[in-house]
């Protein structure tokens, strides 16, 4: 009996502290439906990132090393015209999310994404490349602002941020999963194989969102009409916001573009951007729990103070780096930014917003940010290829970055008093 008893003893308290320890995680007292779009996510996080962070690279690579050979500001074009074609998706999706549904526009969204990620292996010129680009990018816009506001469906406000910090920490996974594994692959068998892995893996994220997940719109949205939408201009504290996160976007795109191409011209080899890439995903899994903890003690406001001035103090430092470790501390500190502004971003519109408006209040920060970033990708790479010395980029976007901070202290100091 004492040995039973002990036993008992012993499972009662394991189990408390593995409930204590995923409560800490923010693995608990969620819905189900959560788990399942968090591993959905897991899986298109790492589809795209085994290809999509060699895209640039490739393009714009010499064509004896097997790349295009296309001109920077060419490869900056594209991505300009990538995103905004997701911007000018934005203007409508937030709508349709509210109107028709987030699962449909979830699935309407990942099944030609995941075809049109396969088509890029097939392609061998410029032009199609822009076409598949801008194609992906418009029906890649359907899928966030619904994901999101499913999240805000399923959740109640105070434990929003919690999740999509959980959600953005798992997706990052990926990043440090992905890039490693597309540098190997691109070793042995070339770039374009990239694509078919990426669009293999991300289908077992299609079946999970088409097959085992529910509707969660509110019956009060079915009947939500376009016009609508104007009354998100009368937000003035939201549109502020917007415009700021368009700033910030602006510089923190150039992770994924220029750094790739800057990394080749000071003269490491392809695979050592591939390790900054997944030393940022690996940060955000890392510490993406115990910084969240943190933020959400000082509010949002607060929060985004903080992140842009590391965006701006790691893009900067890039000026100055010469080594693999000053490139790998400039990242460390963005990476700082990155993991305290965007679950603080998710949860700040998903609490400004209506219930009836979820959906067009996602849409609508992610219009703006879209902007942001596809302007940023245009402007980077055409100072990039017009300044003799390249190193100077880095200090101009230094200079936006810092000069958005301080908006974000007016910012705080307007939503303080609320």
């Keep these: 009996m004492d040995v039973q008893n002990g036993n008992s003893k012993v499972k009662v308290a394991v189990s408390r502290r593995l409930l204590r320890l995923s409560s800490r995680l923010g693995l608990s007292g969620h819905p189900g439906q959560i788990y399942v779009m968090l591993a959905a996510t897991l899986l298109f996080s790492l589809g ?6 060699y895209l640039a690279m490739f393009l714009s690579g010499k064509t004896q090393n097997g790349g295009l050979g296309v001109e920077s500001s060419l490869v900056g074009f594209m991505m300009m015209i990538g995103g905004l074609g997701s911007t000018l998706a934005l203007l409508v999706t937030g709508h349709l999310c509210d109107r028709f549904g987030r699962k449909k526009l979830m699935v309407f969204s990942i099944i030609p994404q995941t075809v049109l990620t396969a088509g890029f292996a097939f392609a061998h010129s410029y032009v199609v490349f822009l076409l598949l680009y801008a194609a992906t990018g418009v029906i890649g816009a359907l899928f ?14 105070g434990g929003r941020e919690q999740v999509y910090g959980l959600s953005y920490m798992i997706g990052n996974v990926g990043a440090v999963v992905g890039p490693p594994v597309g540098g190997l692959i691109a070793s042995a068998s070339g770039f374009s194989v990239l694509f078919l892995y990426a669009a293999f893996v991300a289908a077992g994220g299609v079946a ?15 009947y939500a009409s376009f016009s609508q939408f104007t009354g998100i201009f009368r937000d003035r ?33 392809p695979y050592i951007f591939g390790i900054l890439f997944s030393v940022n995903g690996l940060m955000v899994v890392l510490l993406q729990i115990p910084l969240r903890m943190g933020t959400t003690k000082i509010g949002p406001a607060k929060a985004f103070i903080i992140a842009q001035t590391l965006y701006a103090a790691g893009f900067t430092s890039f000026m100055f780096a010469t080594t693999f470790l000053h490139f790998l501390g400039g990242a460390a500190v963005l990476t700082l930014g990155e993991i305290v502004f965007v679950p603080a971003s998710l ?27 596809s302007a940023g990708s245009q402007i980077a790479f055409s100072i990039f290829g017009a300044l003799s010395d390249k190193r100077l ?21 307007t939503t303080r008093p609320r």
């Excluded at 400004?352 to 992610?366: I, T």
């Excluded at 980029?393 to 100091?413: D, E, H, N």
């Design 237 to 269: 504290i939201f549109l502020f916001f917007c415009f700021l996160s368009a700033m910030t976007n602006l510089v923190y795109t150039q992770l994924y573009g220029l750094l790739s191409v800057y990394i080749q011209y000071v003269g490491f080899e």
């Design 48 to 53: 795209r990132n085994i290809a999509f962070p």
């Design 208 to 222: 999970a969102i088409t097959f085992l997940i529910r509707e969660t719109q509110p019956k009060e949205t079915c």
């Design 393 to 413: 980029t880095w200090g101009i976007l230094g200079i936006i970055g810092f000069a958005t901070s301080f908006g974000y202290v007016l910012l705080y100091r």
């Design 347 to 373: 949860a700040f519109v998903a609490n400004l917003a209506p219930a009836d408006m979820r959906g067009r209040y996602m849409a609508m920060a992610g219009l703006f940010s879209g902007i942001g970033g």
């Design 144 to 157: 966030d602002p619904a994901y999101s506001a499913m999240v805000a469906d399923l959740v109640q406000p």
